[in-house]
Structure formats: C-alpha cells, structure tokens
C-alpha cells in the first residue's frame, strides 16, 4: 500500500493561505491522491482529489508536481472553522494480502488549528 | 437520504457483551464501507460491501466481528464478546462505484462511538 507522510500538526492565522504538503515516495502509476478534512465528532469529509498538475474546486487547490512523490493542499484564506484534521490518501491500493479489492488506507492526518 | 445515517451514536457495553452497529447508506450507492478509528486520528479498514456481497474483508477480525448488508435494510456490525481493545469510533461510509475509482469518493457518516467497561 502507498503510504503518506504529514506533518502531525500546524497553526495559521486566519485569513493566512495554509500549505499541506504529503509524500508519497512509493505511488504508483494508477494511484491518485484524494485529501479529507474530518471534524471533531463528525466522520471524514471530501475535499479534492487530483492525478497530477494543479485541481482547483471552490474549497481548495491540489498542488502534484511531476513525480507525484508529493501533493500540497493549499487552502485560500483559512477562517477559524477550517480547523481540522486533513487527510492524505493515495489510491487504489490492494489490500495486504495482495488479493481481492481496493482500499483506501489513512494516514494520521494533519492537525491544522486556526487562530483568530 | 442524502447522508450516510450511523445509529446509535453512543453505545456503551460491558466486557463479553455484544454490540450491533448499524449504517444506512446513502440511497443510490453500491459500496459499503466499515473504518474503525481507535485512537485520535488512526483509521483502520474493517470491510466493504458491494449491495450485499462483500467486496473486502481483509480487515476484519473474524473471530468476533461480523458484518452485512442486506437488501431493504441499513448494514450492520456486529462484535460478539466485546473486549476493551474494541472501544473505538466505529464509521460507515458510502460511495456510488468501487472506493477508489476515480471521482468516487467516500461520504462518510458521523460514527458510533463504542465504549467497552
């Protein structure tokens, strides 16, 4: 399974941009990068996913230079309810035992805590 | 409906006691998913169902975690004879194709939180 490496934590003012960077040395060809943002009490949510070059929605951009061996996500102008734990994932990855499905696999995510 | 609906939200079971999670899928998708979050931020897969069938089980303990998926009905987890190593966020999630197709991503609902004593 690729893994990803994070940063275990960051602080940003608010109104400040925020760059997470992940690595991910060992993707593979077929694998993408999706990033989730997960809430205290609440389960893991969608931000953006992208194969290479930059994705952009209306929440955040996706930074995937040519090797792929990393990803940034870049979130405009953070406010104090952007606060949360961000994940890295890359996918599809075969489970352990090398049979069957796809899974996705997280990380220990990133804390970002935003100060007024 | 239009969320991923995990009930009940908190359980609290004695040890050796056994403790039925259930999930409704988002209405529309094929896929299945059980995680387990044990500590602050660890995720750990349990399985993943297409409809009914299941698609992966590499996750899961069998000796005492069961899961289904069965038509009409929210999905279930079940785990004969909790231990305290059990007590955890337990989060279903959906998706419409196979998780890590692309432009499929997971909705997840807000977990059950199991607590052993």
């Known amino acids: 399974l690729a893994k990803t490496t994070q940063p275990i934590s960051m602080d940003s003012y608010e109104g400040q941009e925020v760059n997470i960077t992940c690595s991910h040395n060992?993707?593979?060809?077929?694998?993408?990068i999706t990033w989730y943002q997960q809430f205290p009490s609440q389960g893991p949510r969608f931000i953006i996913q992208?194969?290479?070059t930059k994705v952009t929605n209306e929440v955040a951009s996706l930074f995937i230079p040519a090797d792929r061996k990393s990803s940034t996500l870049s979130l405009p102008r953070v406010s104090l309810s952007d606060t949360a734990v961000y994940y890295c994932?890359?996918?599809?990855?075969?489970?352990?035992?090398?049979?069957?499905?796809?899974?996705?696999?997280f990380g220990k995510g990133t804390k970002l805590s935003v100060i007024p | 409906g239009e969320e991923v609906a995990q009930t009940p939200k908190h359980l609290v079971r004695g040890e050796g006691q056994k403790a039925k999670l259930y999930c409704a899928p988002i209405?529309?998708?094929?896929?299945v998913f059980w995680y387990q979050q044990v500590l602050k931020n660890e995720f750990k897969f349990l399985i993943s169902?297409?409809?009914?069938?299941?698609?992966?089980e590499t996750g899961m303990p069998k000796e005492r975690f069961s899961a289904k998926c069965l038509p009409n009905s929210p999905c279930s987890l079940e785990i004969q004879a909790t231990k305290l190593e059990d007590s955890a966020v337990y989060f279903c999630?959906?998706?419409?194709?196979?998780?890590?197709?692309?432009?499929?991503?997971?909705?997840f609902g807000n977990g059950t939180r199991l607590t052993v004593t």
């Open positions: 999630a959906s998706s419409q194709r196979e998780a890590t197709a692309y432009n499929s991503p997971l909705h």
């Open positions: 994932l890359v996918g599809p990855s075969r489970s352990y035992s090398g049979a069957g499905s796809y899974q996705l696999t």
């Open positions: 060992n993707i593979a060809t077929n694998d993408y």
């Open positions: 992208g194969y290479k």
């Open positions: 209405k529309g998708h094929s896929y």
């Open positions: 169902f297409q409809n009914e069938n299941v698609f992966d």
